[in-house]
C-alpha cells in the first residue's frame, strides 16, 4: 500500500515535470511576454487554439470580490493597527 502510495506520487511528480518541460520547448507566449513585447494578439490567438475562451466578466468580478474578503479576514483591513499599534508605516 505504502509502495504504490509512494510510486504514484514519483509518476506524478515525474508527469508534471515532463509537461513543464514540454510548455517550454514549445515556447507558449506568456501574458507578460506578450504585454512586454506587444504581442497581445498572438497571445490571445495562442489562448483561443488552445480552447480557452474570453473570461464571463460577472463571474470575474465575483471571484474577485470573494478573493478580497476572505484576505481580510477577522475584521482586518490594511490600515487596521497590528498588535503594536502600528499600522505599518
Known sequence: MLWESLSHGVAAAIYV???RENVKESS???LSEAIKS???Q???AQEEARGIGPVNRNALDRAIAKLT???RSGGRTSRSSSRG???GR
Request: charged share 20%.
Open 38 to 40: 506587444g504581442r497581445l
Open 17 to 19: 515535470t515532463s509537461a
Open 28 to 30: 507558449m507566449l506568456t
Open 42 to 44: 498572438e497571445f490571445i
Open 85 to 87: 499599534g502600528s499600522t
Open 69 to 71: 474578503k476572505a484576505r
